[in-house]
Every structure is written in structure tokens, then in C-alpha cells.
T-cell receptor, first 109, second 116 residues
Framework: SQQGEEDPQALSIQEGENATMNCSYKTSINNLQWYRQNSGRGLVHLILIRSNEREKHSGRLRVTLDTSKKSSSLLITASRAADTASYFCAEGGSEKLVFGKGTKLTVNP | DAGVIQSPRHEVTEMGQEVTLRCKPISGHNSLFWYRQTMMRGLELLIYFNNNVPIDDSGMPEDRFSAKMPNASFSTLKIQPSEPRDSAVYFC???FGEGLIRETQYFGPGTRLLVL
């Protein structure tokens, strides 16, 4: 299977704490993307990092990419209850994206 | 911008019936993707189109599944006959890109299908 993997599968933290999710991928990528899915909803694009970038920020989100290890991490700082969702990484190497199975994040108020 | 529109949002049907899911991509997007999501298998790409042409249907489970894109603003995914194992949430997504690389995908709200 080409599918990458997120780690951990589930994460539960308190509001205000930071949340870190990791992604390992398998293909040669042009970019690596992170998406969020709230329960019962479609996926929403969060951030895209290109293969020649090592770190990218967007608001409370920080993404890193290590192409030598084929891994990426998503850090959410100062988490809020509204951040509760599943988070997916997606390998962008060609016309289609390859999604991982996701990390289910629960932020307790 | 209305985003990707899918209909119906929920569908309950009996085994053996035909099911048709519909999708309207974002205007101006030139790629359209159909996904299926289940707890067991996660998010699976079924088929995608580029400029209305099917490019890769290797994810379509079997001949009971078919998809069409007659024009840039409409696509259907049909299951005939439906089976209980087809129960899942089906997502449509669209994107715009030049060349072979596709970037951000925009997802619809999904169709929750239950086959009894």
C-alpha cells in the first residue's frame, strides 16, 4: 500500500497544551499537506509544505518536513477545544494525493 | 463561493438497489476526485478525473461501481447493485492545477450511505 501513516492514532490533551502529530510517507513527494476533519464533515486543507521547504507556519500551526526520513510533523500550539478533530497528512507527488489514516485529537476543556 | 456540493447528504437503501451520488465541483477546478471513507479502511481514492476525463479508476472496488463526468460542473458515482459492505461516507473533492502536480483539494460535505 502507498498509504502513509500518522502517529499517534489518537491523542488526548488539555486545552492550552501543544499537540504534535507525526506522519511518515512512502513516495517521492512534490509537497506534503495536512488536512483536518471534524466529525461528520469533509476534510479541510490546513497547510502545504513543499519538498524543498523544511518548516512552515500558519497561525498556531507549525509543520516540519524531513525528506531524508520521509517524515513530517504538525504542531498545534495553545490548543483549544475547537481543535478537536482528526488530522490527516497527504503526500502530493502527482495528480492524486495519498492520505494517511489520521490522528484523532481530543482537546479537553 | 459555494464550495463543492454533494447530494444527497444521506442515503438509506436496500441491498440490490441502484444508488447514484452527485457532485458539483468548484467552478474553474479541472480535477475531480471521488473518495470513500470507512472506519476500517480509512480514506480511499476511488477514481479521479482531469478535464472531465477519467485518469485513474484503479481504486474502484468492482464493476458494480461506475463514475461519469459529462461536463466540468457535474459528476456522478453509481453503485448498481448496492451491497451492505458499500455502506460508507463518500466524498467528492476538486482541485485546480497545471501539469501533473495537484495541490490543495477542496472536499464536499460527503454523502453518508447506508445499505441495508
Amino acid at each position: 500500500s502507498q498509504q502513509g501513516e500518522e502517529d499517534p492514532q489518537a491523542l488526548s490533551i488539555q486545552e492550552g497544551e501543544n499537540a504534535t502529530m507525526n506522519c511518515s510517507y512512502k513516495t517521492s513527494i512534490n509537497n506534503l499537506q495536512w488536512y483536518r476533519q471534524n466529525s461528520g464533515r469533509g476534510l479541510v486543507h490546513l497547510i502545504l509544505i513543499r519538498s524543498n521547504e523544511r518548516e512552515k507556519h500558519s497561525g498556531r500551526l507549525r509543520v516540519t518536513l524531513d525528506t531524508s526520513k520521509k517524515s513530517s510533523s504538525l504542531l498545534i500550539t495553545a490548543s483549544r477545544a475547537a481543535d478537536t478533530a482528526s488530522y490527516f497528512c497527504a503526500e502530493g507527488g502527482s495528480e492524486k494525493l495519498v492520505f494517511g489514516k489520521g490522528t484523532k485529537l481530543t482537546v479537553n476543556p | 463561493d459555494a464550495g463543492v456540493i454533494q447530494s444527497p447528504r444521506h442515503e438509506v437503501t436496500e441491498m440490490g438497489q441502484e444508488v447514484t451520488l452527485r457532485c458539483k465541483p468548484i467552478s474553474g477546478h479541472n480535477s475531480l476526485f471521488w473518495y470513500r471513507q470507512t472506519m476500517m479502511r480509512g480514506l480511499e481514492l476511488l477514481i479521479y478525473f482531469n478535464n472531465n476525463v477519467p485518469i485513474d479508476d484503479s481504486g474502484m472496488p468492482e464493476d458494480r461501481f461506475s463514475a461519469k463526468m459529462p461536463n466540468a460542473s457535474f459528476s456522478t458515482l453509481k453503485i448498481q447493485p448496492s451491497e451492505p459492505r458499500d455502506s460508507a461516507v463518500y466524498f467528492c473533492a476538486s482541485s485546480f492545477g497545471e501539469g501533473l502536480i495537484r495541490e490543495t483539494q477542496y472536499f464536499g460535505p460527503g454523502t453518508r450511505l447506508l445499505v441495508l
